[in-house]
């Protein structure tokens, strides 16, 4: 198999410089291109043993590249989307905060090329999204709420795993994203029925936890997934990139590539 041209947007965050890593060490990938609205120097290049020919662009690396993986913000999306399609190149996107603007233009953008989309890259996340569907269903009559705990840094809250979190579990009870509750303040109601609430905690340096909760009437279950640290998700970024170079023009999710 011929390596996969990959190039990394937004190289110098927290996720970038884990993807850079995460690239070098993927015998199926050829890292081509880091780019960042930020320049990219030389030290850069040097610290994290990138080759010194790579591309430092947006265009080239979407010239070039078979794919581009994007951890980057969600308003980066609509160039990104455009340069994706005019050269055909595939798009892995990790960046959360996305609302229904973005995911419109990500199915229309995967008529023309291959997007793969998960708000979590973490093969144990993934497969925590399955246990909490299988809890969810065995557990009818029980309450639940949903936990999330992340750095200080994070900008979008509640994070995008705890909505797919709720969305798995909606999904598996046939209910409807209507059933999400992000704000207890000053609703002067008791807890509805169905009703899935969010809470979020943000401090230290903390990658990602999330909890499902079930409380019943006398007992409670609760379902933890930890991030130690970003690797698990620019691993599986990266094991997404060679997955989705092997597609056919669309839009995918985690679970395509694992199932
Ligand atoms: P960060 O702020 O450390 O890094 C973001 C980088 O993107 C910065 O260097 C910034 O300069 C760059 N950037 C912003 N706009 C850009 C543009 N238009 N073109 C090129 N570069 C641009 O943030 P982070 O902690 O690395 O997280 C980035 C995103 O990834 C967030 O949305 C976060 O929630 C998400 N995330 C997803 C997963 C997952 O598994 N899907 C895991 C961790 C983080």
Redesign the pocket.
């Known amino acids: 198999m011929s390596k996969v041209k990959v190039a990394i947007?937004?190289?110098?965050?927290?996720?970038?410089n884990n993807l850079i890593s995460s690239a070098i060490s993927n015998t199926n990938v050829d890292l081509i291109g880091v780019?960042?609205?930020?320049d990219i120097d030389t030290n850069f290049i040097s610290k994290y043993q990138i080759p010194e020919n790579i591309i430092t662009t947006?265009e080239e690396s979407f010239k070039t590249a078979d794919i581009v993986i994007d951890?980057?913000?969600?308003?980066?999306l609509f160039?990104?989307t455009e340069s994706a399609v005019s050269n055909n190149t595939g798009l892995v996107i990790?960046?959360?905060?996305l609302d229904e603007s973005h995911f419109n233009l990500l199915k229309q953008s995967s008529n023309s090329t291959k997007i793969f989309y998960?708000?979590?890259?973490?093969y144990g996340?993934n497969t925590f999204f399955e246990i909490s569907r299988i809890a969810a269903k065995h557990l009818k009559d029980f309450d639940i709420e949903i936990t999330e705990t992340h750095?200080r840094?994070?900008?979008?809250a509640p994070?995008?795993?705890a909505i797919k979190l709720g969305e798995e579990i909606v999904d598996e009870l046939g209910l409807s994203k209507s059933n999400f509750n992000f704000n207890r303040q000053s609703q002067d109601n008791q807890r509805k029925e169905n009703e899935i609430g969010f809470s979020s905690i943000r401090g230290g340096n903390i990658?990602?936890e999330h909890t499902v909760i079930f409380h019943g009437d006398n007992e409670s279950i609760e379902l933890t997934h930890k991030a130690f640290n970003?690797k698990i998700?620019s691993d599986?970024?990266v094991e997404a990139a060679v997955w989705l170079a092997a597609q056919e023009n669309g839009f995918y999710s985690f679970k395509d590539m694992i199932s």
């Not at 780019?35 to 930020?38: E, G, P, S, T």
């Not at 951890?71 to 980066?76: I, N, Q, V, Y």
């Not at 998960?118 to 973490?122: E, G, I, K, T």
């Open positions: 947007a937004g190289a110098l965050g927290r996720m970038g780019f960042d609205v930020k947006r951890f980057t913000s969600p308003k980066a160039n990104f990790g960046t959360t905060g998960a708000p979590n890259m973490s996340v750095h840094h994070k900008k979008d994070s995008g795993t990658p990602g970003r998700f599986g970024a």
